[in-house]
C-alpha cells in the first residue's frame, strides 16, 4: 500500500466540512487536455541561388550570383511551462532559407522551428509505431527533420566547371531543396499525478470544478466528458500536483465498449488513481461498481490498480444515511473512503493537504518530467 494512503484519514478528519478556496490554474472545457497527436513535419526549404554578372573592366564579365541559404530545421525540445500538446498544429514546416543575391553574397539559413512539448514528452514513427526518443529532463531537444540544401548560384557552378570548360558568362543557378519529411507521433508519458476514475455521471469533472477552478462539461447524460481536463495546483519550490478528470468507464471497457481502450491508456499515464462512486445511484452498487473499474484496469493491464490509493464517494446530499459508505469501507479496508458532495461543496477536502503527500512522493519524478 502506497505510504500516503494513511494520510487520508488524518486529513479527513481535521477538514471535515471545509470549502476549497478556487485559486487554482487550470486548463478549461474548450482548452481539454490533449495528450496523443499525430503530425507532419518537414524541414524547411533551402533558398535560391542567385544568377548574377559582374562587369569588369573591357566589357568583360564574370558569375557572382551568391548560393541560397539552408533551410531551418525542425526541433521538439522539453519545457516545464507545457501540459499538452494543445498549442502544436498538426502540420509543422521549418523556416526557409533566403535566397543568394549579387557580389558572391549567399543567403541566411533559416531559423530553426522549435515546438516546446512536455517534459517526459515521446516522439515517435507514426508509420513503423517505433519510438525514435522520449524528453525527460528541461530543455532535452531531438531535431526532428533538417531544412533543405540551399540551391547553388552560378558563381559555385562555374567554379566546379573544369577549368579550361568555365563559362564566364554562365546564367544557371539552382532552386533551393526541399526539407526532410517525417510523420511522427507525440505521446505523453504522465498527464497527471492523480487520476480520477468512474462510470459515467459519477461526478468526476464536478470533483475537479469544486476542488479547483476547472469548468470542464458538466451534465446528467453518459460521457459528458469526451477529453480529459487537468485541475494543476502549484506549491512553494515550483512543484505542483496536477488532477485528470478521467473519461467514465463501463463494464467491457477494455474490450472497446464505450469510450474505449484510448480512455484507459489515460489512465495508464496517471501516477496515482482515486475511484469515484456516486453514492445516489440506485442503479450500480457502490460495491459492484469497484469491483467494475478494477476488473477493467485489470484486464487492460494487470497492476493498474496498484495505483489505486482512495475511493471518493460522491452525492453523499443524496443519501439519507451513512450505512452504505460504512458498508463500502468495510468491504475495501485497504482504500481510504472519502465521503463527499461536489456540488454541495460539502466535505470537500483541502486540496493541499490532500494532495502534500503525492506532492512529496513524486515531486523527484515532477521534475524530470
Not at 533551402?46 to 548560393?67: E, I, T
Not at 514546416?93 to 557580389?103: A, L, M, V, W
Not at 549567399?106 to 515521446?122: A, E, F, L, M, Y
Request: hydrophobic share 35%; proline share 5%.
Amino acid at each position: 500500500m502506497i505510504p500516503w494512503r494513511k494520510c487520508f484519514h488524518q486529513i479527513l478528519a481535521t477538514h471535515i466540512n471545509c470549502v476549497i478556496p478556487r485559486h487554482s490554474s487550470v486548463k478549461t472545457a474548450e482548452n481539454a487536455l490533449i495528450d496523443y497527436l499525430e503530425v507532419f513535419v518537414q524541414g524547411g526549404k533551402g533558398g535560391m541561388g542567385c544568377a548574377s554578372l559582374q562587369h569588369l573592366q573591357r566589357n568583360k564579365v564574370k558569375p557572382d550570383g551568391g548560393d541560397g541559404g539552408n533551410g531551418g530545421s525542425v526541433i521538439f525540445q522539453c519545457s516545464a511551462l507545457k501540459h499538452d500538446f494543445s498549442h502544436i498544429s498538426s502540420e509543422i514546416r521549418g523556416n526557409p532559407g533566403t535566397h543568394g543575391s549579387g557580389f558572391f553574397r549567399k543567403g541566411t539559413r533559416g531559423k530553426d522551428k522549435i515546438v516546446h512539448v512536455p517534459i517526459g514528452s515521446i516522439i515517435g514513427c507514426l508509420q513503423s509505431q517505433r519510438v525514435l526518443t522520449e524528453l525527460k529532463s528541461e530543455n532535452d531537444s531531438y531535431k526532428a527533420v533538417s531544412g533543405g540544401a540551399g540551391g547553388k548560384g552560378n558563381c559555385s557552378i562555374t567554379n566546379e566547371m573544369p577549368s579550361g570548360s568555365r563559362n564566364p558568362n554562365c546564367r544557371e543557378n539552382e532552386d533551393g531543396h526541399d526539407g526532410n519529411i517525417a510523420e511522427l507521433y507525440l505521446e505523453m508519458k504522465v498527464i497527471a499525478d492523480v487520476g480520477l476514475v468512474g462510470l459515467p455521471n459519477a461526478g468526476k469533472s464536478s470533483i475537479l470544478s469544486a476542488i479547483s477552478s476547472a469548468k470542464p462539461k458538466i451534465a446528467s447524460y453518459p460521457f459528458t466528458t469526451l477529453r480529459p481536463h487537468i485541475g494543476v495546483i502549484h506549491y512553494d519550490g515550483y512543484y505542483r500536483v496536477t488532477m485528470a478528470d478521467i473519461p467514465g468507464l463501463i463494464e467491457g471497457s477494455s474490450l472497446g465498449f464505450g469510450l474505449g481502450i484510448s480512455f484507459l491508456k489515460h489512465i495508464e499515464r496517471c501516477l496515482t488513481l482515486l475511484y469515484v462512486v456516486d453514492i445516489s445511484d440506485i442503479e450500480n452498487d457502490p460495491i459492484r461498481t469497484i469491483n467494475i473499474l478494477e476488473k477493467e484496469l485489470e484486464a487492460y493491464k494487470r497492476g493498474m490498480t496498484d495505483r489505486v490509493s482512495g475511493i471518493i464517494v460522491n452525492k453523499i446530499d443524496l443519501l439519507q444515511g451513512p450505512e452504505a459508505i460504512i458498508e463500502l469501507a468495510r468491504h475495501f479496508p485497504n482504500y481510504s473512503v472519502i465521503p463527499i458532495s461536489a456540488l454541495g461543496q460539502r466535505n470537500i477536502i483541502s486540496v493541499r493537504d490532500l494532495l502534500e503527500p503525492i506532492k512529496k512522493l513524486h515531486q523527484v519524478d515532477d521534475l524530470q518530467r
